[in-house]
């Protein structure tokens, strides 16, 4: 049976993949007294007289909500709040299996802006964070950057960053296989969405010096009029720095990395074949990659990654979310900054040891049992060294 079908087929046996349980089992009379009237009246009050102890006296401290308008969902678009549930209700599955993560699924039906942040900070008593998906661009960018500014728990867009930091683990482990350095390292980004500058902005700030971005009119640089944004407009100051002009092919020639989040069948195998010896080339597009991973090993290509289970080298925001939402919640960290993915990446490119790491093996697969634990330790030491913890005084 078609995966989709069977996923049709499971959801309606099961009524959907999550459910609630417990932790505290009521026998009698006695066990109903402590966990509602008259023993839960303690608890609020304790809250009441300091809040923080909403973490450690309720589900609070491990609970993550999983908010969607529905205005970008995977590959199938403004779907709508109510179509876009199953991949929220699949999303919180994930956060609990690799993260032991407790997960709401929320969907907003809304597409105004400030109308799901307003919503957001009104619910936000309810978890420790809060992570955003499948919002359109540019809008996913005042939302997360507002709901930051405002709310008191950590945000995380994983669309943008999950996916940039996996990028990176995998750029990383790339480039050791292939023996080149990050500092001059000449990176392609196609694409110019949400995942593309977050992709972007991350390489840049962890030291990548030569990224030049492309989006469909072609290469981003400073004084380009036709299809800008502000965003664009943004990168074009940080980006490209030799200030070149043209199309993707013309930036791909004698780049070193091609990192794709964008359209199918956009690289040719021609493409690849202009680029520098020992390329690396990421086809990140779903479901159908940039360029087939055949073509652009008959390229030339060194590695080859993509979005995909089905290939080797898939670039999945799997390895890094629930990790990083683990780490952040173990150690209370208020907010999650640079160092802590940046420590989420190379947490996850270092699981492989160089005498194991191969053209068809530059980054963990998402089964792998170690990861998420991996990631959490390195993410909460990183965010214990960045000073952003959270210290609660219990009464």
């Given at each position: 049976?078609?995966?989709?079908?069977?996923?049709?087929?499971?959801?309606?046996?099961?009524?959907g993949?999550?459910?609630?349980?417990?932790?505290?089992e009521?026998?009698?009379?006695?066990?109903?007294?402590?966990?509602?009237?008259?023993?839960?009246?303690e608890?609020?009050?304790?809250?009441?007289?300091?809040?923080?102890?909403?973490?450690?006296?309720?589900?609070?401290?491990?609970?993550?909500?999983?908010?969607?308008?529905?205005?970008?969902?995977?590959?199938?678009?403004?779907?709508?709040?109510?179509?876009?549930?199953?991949?929220?209700e699949?999303?919180?599955?994930?956060?609990?299996?690799?993260?032991?993560v407790?997960?709401?699924?929320?969907?907003?039906?809304?597409?105004?802006?400030?109308?799901?942040?307003?919503?957001?900070?009104?619910?936000?008593?309810?978890?420790?964070?809060?992570?955003?998906?499948?919002?359109?661009?540019?809008?996913?960018?005042?939302?997360?950057?507002?709901?930051?500014?405002?709310?008191?728990?950590?945000?995380?867009?994983?669309?943008?960053?999950?996916?940039?930091?996996?990028?990176?683990?995998?750029?990383?482990?790339?480039?050791?296989?292939?023996?080149?350095?990050?500092?001059?390292?000449?990176?392609?980004?196609?694409?110019?969405?949400?995942?593309?500058?977050?992709?972007?902005?991350?390489?840049?700030?962890?030291?990548?010096?030569?990224?030049?971005?492309?989006?469909?009119?072609?290469i981003?640089?400073?004084?380009?009029?036709?299809?800008?944004?502000?965003?664009?407009?943004?990168?074009a100051?940080?980006?490209?720095?030799?200030?070149?002009?043209?199309?993707?092919?013309?930036?791909?020639?004698?780049?070193?990395?091609?990192?794709?989040?964008?359209?199918?069948?956009?690289?040719?195998?021609?493409?690849?074949?202009?680029?520098?010896?020992?390329?690396?080339?990421?086809?990140c597009?779903?479901?159908?990659?940039?360029?087939d991973?055949?073509?652009?090993?008959?390229?030339?290509?060194?590695?080859?990654?993509?979005?995909?289970?089905?290939?080797?080298?898939?670039?999945?925001?799997?390895?890094?979310?629930?990790?990083?939402?683990?780490?952040?919640?173990?150690?209370?960290?208020?907010?999650?900054?640079?160092?802590?993915?940046?420590?989420?990446?190379?947490?996850?490119?270092?699981?492989?040891?160089?005498?194991?790491?191969?053209?068809?093996?530059?980054?963990?697969?998402?089964?792998?049992?170690?990861v998420?634990?991996t990631?959490?330790?390195?993410?909460?030491?990183?965010?214990?060294?960045?000073?952003v913890?959270?210290?609660?005084?219990?009464?």
């Amino acid at each position: 049976m078609d995966v989709r079908e069977l996923a049709v087929q499971k959801k309606r046996e099961l009524k959907g993949f999550l459910t609630v349980g417990t932790k505290y089992e009521l026998k009698d009379a006695h066990d109903l007294s402590v966990a509602y009237t008259p023993g839960v009246a303690e608890p609020c009050l304790r809250i009441k007289d300091n809040e923080a102890e909403s973490f450690e006296l309720t589900c609070r401290s491990n609970m993550v909500a999983v908010v969607s308008d529905g205005t970008r969902v995977l590959g199938l678009g403004d779907i709508g709040a109510a179509a876009a549930l199953p991949v929220m209700e699949g999303k919180s599955l994930l956060f609990k299996k690799f993260g032991d993560v407790d997960c709401i699924p929320l969907v907003v039906d809304t597409k105004d802006a400030d109308t799901l942040i307003n919503t957001v900070k009104l619910l936000q008593k309810n978890f420790a964070g809060i992570n955003l998906e499948d919002i359109s661009s540019p809008k996913c960018y005042e939302v997360e950057n507002r709901l930051k500014a405002e709310l008191e728990i950590p945000v995380f867009h994983d669309d943008q960053h999950g996916t940039a930091i996996a990028c990176l683990a995998g750029v990383k482990g790339a480039l050791r296989l292939v023996k080149k350095d990050l500092a001059t390292a000449k990176i392609v980004v196609n694409g110019a969405g949400a995942a593309a500058i977050a992709i972007s902005k991350l390489l840049i700030a962890y030291g990548f010096a030569d990224i030049t971005l492309c989006d469909r009119t072609g290469i981003i640089y400073e004084g380009r009029e036709k299809g800008m944004n502000p965003v664009k407009e943004e990168m074009a100051k940080i980006t490209n720095k030799k200030h070149l002009q043209g199309s993707l092919a013309d930036a791909v020639r004698g780049a070193d990395v091609f990192v794709g989040v964008s359209a199918p069948g956009v690289l040719t195998k021609e493409m690849v074949q202009t680029m520098a010896p020992q390329a690396i080339v990421f086809a990140c597009a779903n479901p159908t990659p940039e360029i087939d991973p055949k073509d652009a090993k008959a390229g030339g290509a060194a590695v080859v990654a993509t979005g995909r289970s089905d290939y080797p080298n898939q670039i999945n925001n799997v390895l890094a979310f629930p990790g990083i939402f683990r780490g952040t919640f173990d150690v209370h960290a208020k907010e999650i900054n640079d160092e802590m993915k940046f420590a989420a990446a190379t947490a996850i490119a270092s699981i492989i040891p160089d005498d194991q790491i191969r053209a068809d093996y530059i980054i963990p697969e998402a089964f792998n049992p170690v990861v998420a634990q991996t990631v959490a330790a390195a993410v909460a030491e990183a965010a214990k060294k960045s000073g952003v913890t959270r210290e609660y005084k219990t009464l």
